[in-house]
């Protein structure tokens, strides 16, 4: 049976969402990626790519015409948070019943098969990732969640489709780059979930969605050509706060800014391969991107 992942990309995140796709490719076998385009440059991208594996789709196929008439009212990333629960719910819809869909981050890449991650916790409807914050962010669970929505699993059953609902109500309500009143985009609301419906629990596969606000609890190291996190194999590193200023330069914004060489080494050559790939398909596409609020503070590599 086929993992069904999806993804949302914008054109400032096509560069990592090849890497992401790539990943999954070289990691596992059976697999099909759900991408979900918010501007023509990305579709159009995605498309030129002929991506065996992934189908590739406007906000039109949704027909929901709230989620278009949306877009005016929210910032870009906001808008794409807003996306995600409607994104699943279209690909748990494609997919066959009780089978897992996976939602992940486009900045997330994978560096061994993930489908330990749907095999072990079968017995949930919803599987969170929770952010398992270091000793030096632990204060931030209490702003932007226990939770972190760029990696988490629905079944295609019907609790986890009124989770799913729910989930998606309240980011039309409300999905915003900010903190308010227990709310923070669309990621504050995963902590409730457990609390409204039954049957959910927390991803406990050792390796997964490994970031820089955990990283630091755990002894990263090489063996031969895996990279493991203590004694198990590292599934999937969040890439966040990561930006592609250039062609040949990226950026490190917020939170810690000294990158793991044998985590951002590989990652950084894959993605420069992509940006080659796309340049020969379309030379005039510009992916590339860093918010003016993080300009100055970030860090910049040449790579």
């Known amino acids: 049976m086929k993992t069904i992942y999806c993804t949302i990309l914008s054109k400032y995140r096509v560069y990592q969402g090849m890497v992401l796709y790539r990943s999954l490719l070289y990691n596992t076998e059976y697999f ?10 990305s579709y159009e991208i995605c498309k030129k790519m002929n991506l065996e594996h992934a ?17 005016q009212e929210r910032e870009l990333n906001e808008y794409c948070w807003t996306l995600k629960p409607f994104l699943i719910e279209y690909a748990l819809k494609e997919s066959s019943s009780g089978s897992c869909v996976a939602y992940v981050d486009a900045d997330i890449c994978f560096f061994n098969d993930p489908t330990e991650i749907f095999e072990k916790d079968l017995c949930y409807d919803v599987m969170l990732s929770e952010h398992d914050y270091s000793l030096e962010y632990i204060n931030v669970e209490e702003y932007c969640g226990r939770y972190n929505s760029g ?32 709310r923070f985009g669309d990621q504050k609301y995963l902590d409730y979930i457990p609390q409204i419906f039954r049957n959910i629990g927390s991803i406990d596969t050792p390796g997964v969605n490994i970031a820089s606000w955990n990283e630091s609890k755990y002894g990263i190291h090489q063996v031969k050509e895996k990279i493991y996190i203590n004694n198990h194999k590292l599934i999937c590193y969040h890439f966040s706060g990561l930006r592609i200023v250039e062609k040949n330069k990226v950026a490190l914004v917020g939170g810690k800014k000294n990158p793991i060489k044998i985590l951002y080494f590989p990652y950084i050559q894959v993605l420069k391969k992509v940006i ?18 993080f300009y100055k503070d970030a860090e910049y590599y040449d790579i």
Not at 32 to 41: A, T
């Open 151 to 182: 990696f988490i699993v629905f079944r295609n059953v019907r609790n986890a489709q009124k989770a799913l609902n729910w989930w998606q109500d309240r980011c039309l309500e409300w999905c915003y780059d900010r903190v308010e009143a227990g």
């Open 32 to 41: 099909k990626l759900y991408i979900l385009c918010v501007d023509e440059e």
């Open 55 to 71: 189908s590739v789709l406007r906000v039109e196929a949704f027909n929901k015409e709230r989620l278009i008439s949306i877009r």
């Open 276 to 293: 080659e790939d796309i340049e020969r398909i379309d030379p005039l596409f510009q992916g590339f991107n860093i918010e003016q609020r």
